[in-house]
């Protein structure tokens, strides 16, 4: 299993090393968002991948991926770490252009439920989740791949301060009603998550690796609301949520409510939520997961 963590040299070039501006760039600009990916790391923007930088043995190379230029005047394909920050305005305006053309609003409003839930001022301290990692994919044994590595961690003052606290919860998301069936569909994903839980070595494992990155997160910043002495989960996997945000569903759709009519919840090793708002937004909250039964009744 691939690990998400960082090492120690990378974290050093982000704290106070080489790479000290591109986090300073995240940390000033709430469209941007840094990923852990073990030997690299993704800058996003809205959803897109702005940089790629990967650990040399000497120094790290970026890539910036061309294709989000939408004619010949192209922006440099591999900057130098020194130029890169002050070019991010520009790469962001030719992303804006490409995604015009090809926008991508589920990758855009997972990144947007990430900041929410992690940083945004005022909120992410209430709610009950907290988002450890974006697009997880393990090619390997496994095969799991996850929207969003989630931590459930109630915000009430005596669980939020306690660290054993926290369990582990997977989230898929879909945006719109195009991909609730079929091979990327609702039943595909839960047979795939309920392989993944039934081994419950790579389940420690990765959820070890999980709470590293959580870690690592909160010493960048990139986590508000918690003191140094909560970064370090001891997050309990013994029981992992599933968790299904439907995002711009129409509810004159009857494709849902069919899927779901068809899933027996006694079949999977865990509890299946589906996700609802406090009245309109992206905070996630324990009272407002709805259980399958739940969503059917209010239908």
Sequence with gaps: MKKRALSNKMMDALKTGVLHPFLVAVQKDDTLCLE??????????RGGSLFRITEKKTDYEIKFDTKYCVDSNLLPA???????????????????????????????????????????????????????????????????????VAFKWLSRG????????????????????????GEAGIEKHLRDFNTFVSD???LQ?????????????????????????????????????VIFAFAEHDPDSGVLKQILQGIKENEYAFPIRLASASLLGCGLYEDHMLTVEEYLQKK
């Design 200 to 202: 419950t070595a790579k």
């Design 36 to 45: 852990l990916r073990g030997t690299f790391i993704n800058i996003y923007y």
């Design 78 to 148: 591999n900057p130098s770490v020194q130029e890169a920050p002050g070019l991010i305005p520009q790469y962001k305006s030719r992303m804006d252009e490409w995604f015009h053309i090809h926008p991508r609003y589920e990758r855009e409003f997972q990144q947007l439920m990430a900041r929410v839930n992690n940083s945004s001022e005022k909120i992410s301290g209430s709610t009950d989740y907290y988002i450890a990692d974006m697009e997880y994919a393990e090619t390997g044994e496994l095969g799991a791949r996850f929207d969003m």
């Design 205 to 241: 494992e990765f959820t070890l690796d999980m709470a590293e990155v959580f870690r690592q997160k909160c010493e960048l910043g990139l986590v508000g609301g918690l003191q140094e002495k909560q970064f370090q989960l001891n997050v309990d996997c013994s029981a992992p949520e």
């Design 158 to 181: 005596y669980v939020r301060k306690d660290t054993s606290k926290p369990s582990l919860a997977l989230i898929e998301l879909k945006y719109g009603d195009g991909s609730l069936g």
